[in-house]
């Protein structure tokens, strides 16, 4: 097995095997610590001897080792080279079952705040690095590894039990959970970092562990439209990128080449999801996604359509995210001046200060004016901001383009 399907099946594996470890010892951060001890003798025995019969028992068996030698004394170390070698008879009491769920709602402790929520779920369950997820929530590294450890640190001090919460407890932790996934998949459709556009592991852990939540809640109206926004969304990736791994925009992508299967499961889930009493932001973003679906080409676009469901998205979850987009369809309905004016209203927030995606949106408006000068600026101080090379090559390419 080669080292990228090995790497995948470690992602997947992580967080069921620190599911099992909480359940039987507590101790949230010593159990990651293990785990990470675990993953890692397994990146490097595993290319050269073969993955065990049996990954995730091996994994829970080298783990709970390090574990147990941790709670023995914090200066005593094993030597990894032994840990692996001896970690081949597994447990008989490692279960099958998939704690991941149960993990998803345990780091959305009502202890924790909604940020520390959702930042300790990405690096738990998710396996985004700490710098992954301080771009997310646009703040500096040092500043969410403390949110972090803080969090694993109250989780411990509450002493909560390792199980599925019931009642409005359990709807209030689930809208956490779902903003989660929802950073999750952006982080795999969209890398905010590193030489590909795309990271397929993050994006299918989420489309999975979104399933794993709809599977459980079918008639929660916001679980279904992730969902549905995720798969309507994953369906173009083949078509985003050229063979070279170039960034090929929405109105340039070849639609035969979408996902027509994935499509179709999105538009069911979203006419399921907008069926209900009440809309959510997910079922608003998922309509959106799929009016996008259903046009054969670009130029068929119910521009209209889609800046009306971003009107009622900014009244119900304002951000300035969803303002962006909407001056995207603005102009697309009344011209590039308005959608201009929009983005303007932009400009006084900190959130956004220096963002590359408020910089190309504007450099593509500008270019749309005419104003040739105005956007290849802006696409240049874009391609600057932005730390994902594949985006870099985009964005440099389009003021190259402007300034020939």
Not at 4 to 12: A, F, G, Q, S, T
Not at 137 to 145: G, R
Request: charged share 25%.
């Amino acid at each position: 097995m080669t080292a990228p399907p090995i790497e995948d099946l470690l992602r997947e594996l992580a967080p069921q095997v620190l599911g099992t470890l909480i359940r039987r010892h507590g101790r949230f951060e010593e159990c990651e610590d293990a785990v990470q001890e675990a993953l890692l003798a397994a990146t490097v025995q595993w290319p050269a001897e073969g993955v065990p019969d049996n990954p995730r028992g091996w994994l829970v068996t080298v783990a709970s080792r390090r574990l147990i030698d941790q709670i023995r004394s914090e200066h005593a170390r094993r030597e990894r080279e032994t840990a692996t070698a001896t970690a081949e008879t597994v447990p008989e009491d490692v279960p099958d079952t998939d704690d991941t769920l149960v993990l998803l709602f345990l780091c959305c402790h009502p202890t924790l705040t909604p940020a520390s929520q959702t930042a300790l779920t990405l690096r738990a369950v998710g396996g985004l690095t700490t710098a992954e997820i301080a771009r997310a929530f646009l703040v500096p590294e040092a500043t969410m590894a403390a949110r972090i450890s803080r969090a694993k640190q109250r989780i411990k001090a509450a002493g909560s039990s390792f199980g599925l919460p019931e009642g409005p407890e359990r709807e209030e932790r689930l809208r956490v959970v779902l903003h989660v996934l929802y950073l999750v998949f952006n982080e795999g459709y969209t890398a905010s970092s590193g030489s590909e556009l795309h990271r397929a592991d993050l994006a299918h852990e989420a489309i999975r562990l979104t399933r794993m939540v709809h599977a459980q809640l079918p008639d929660d109206g916001e679980v279904a439209g992730l969902l549905a926004l995720m798969l309507l969304t994953h369906a173009r990736r083949t078509a985003r990128t050229t063979a070279a791994g170039d960034l090929v925009p929405l109105d340039e992508q070849d639609r035969t080449r979408w996902d027509r299967e994935m499509i179709d499961e999105g538009l069911e889930l979203v006419k399921a999801s907008l069926a209900g009493p009440a809309l959510g932001p997910y079922q608003l973003q998922a309509a959106i996604a799929a009016t996008h679906a259903a046009a054969a080409t670009a130029a068929e676009t119910d521009w209209r359509q889609v800046h009306a469901l971003y009107l009622i998205l900014g009244r119900i979850a304002p951000n300035p995210m969803v303002t962006l987009n909407r001056a995207i369809a603005l102009a697309e309905v009344e011209g590039p001046a308005a959608g201009l004016d929009l983005l303007s209203t932009l400009d006084g927030d900190e959130r956004m200060a220096g963002h590359h995606r408020l910089l190309s949106v504007r450099a593509h408006l500008l270019e749309k004016t005419g104003d040739a000068a105005g956007a290849y600026e802006h696409y240049r101080r874009a391609a600057k901001a932005t730390a994902s090379i594949a985006e870099q090559r985009y964005l440099e390419s389009r003021a190259g383009r402007l300034r020939t």
